[in-house]
């Protein structure tokens, strides 16, 4: 798929807002680790991927009611759902210098229509060395999902089934979009929300 970003001007991917706040302690913290125990652009980017996706459970996956969206949250309390771990991608990737932005699918929640839709959150990273976007799904992978770090083929988290009318929006956002962003703030209930307060479609 050919992506499109928002925005022309790279550096956009690569600044600090209320939701990916790099320069919190944590962050900050995190990002340290990270960089010690890798040394190329690609290292960093896998290392950062393989962390958020393997470390921190996906709310749903763990039964975690706690809902966290802003990216030191999602650290704090070491739990998020597909959104909140990709504000905390995108931090730890733009606060190590590499312009990250974010991507959405829409997908059904089970295997039919019948069973409603939702979107879903990813994200996109900028390598230099390689002048493209990857895409990345930190989304955590459990038995029937399996996500990689794929500079070749992309390997996410789910394959967009069009027949389903499911969605691989190509646009590559510079902030969260706000759809998602809604939920995480309106509510105190991950488990609640995961199953009947997710926008359908951006």
């Avoid at 393997?54 to 996956?61: A, E, G, M, R």
């Avoid at 059904?108 to 060395?129: F, M």
């Avoid at 069009?162 to 488990?191: F, K, M, N």
Wanted: glycine content about 4%; aromatic content about 8%; overall charge negative.
């Amino acid at each position: 798929m050919q992506l499109e970003c928002e925005i022309s001007q790279i550096d956009v991917y690569l600044r600090e807002d209320e939701i990916v706040n790099y320069s919190h302690p944590l962050v900050r913290q995190a990002i340290q680790q990270l960089q010690l125990a890798s040394e190329s652009e690609v290292e960093h980017v896998q290392r950062t991927f393989e962390f958020v996706r393997d470390t921190i459970p996906h709310s749903w996956d763990a039964q975690n009611p706690q809902v966290t969206c802003i990216a030191s949250e999602v650290l704090q309390h070491q739990t998020g759902i597909c959104y909140a771990k990709s504000h905390l991608l995108a931090a730890l990737l733009r606060g190590q210098g590499i312009p990250t932005g974010f991507c959405y699918q829409r997908l059904t929640l089970g295997d039919t229509p019948e069973t409603g839709y939702a979107v879903h959150a990813l994200n996109a990273a900028y390598l230099s060395s390689l002048q493209r976007w990857i895409r990345l799904d930190a989304r955590g992978n459990k038995p029937g999902v399996q996500a990689e770090f794929s500079l070749e083929q992309e390997k996410l988290a789910f394959p967009v089934r069009p027949e389903l009318d499911e969605i691989d929006y190509p646009t590559i956002y510079s902030h969260p979009h706000p759809r998602v962003v809604a939920p995480l703030q309106q509510h105190s209930d991950s488990l609640y929300m995961y199953q009947h307060c997710l926008p359908e479609r951006l």
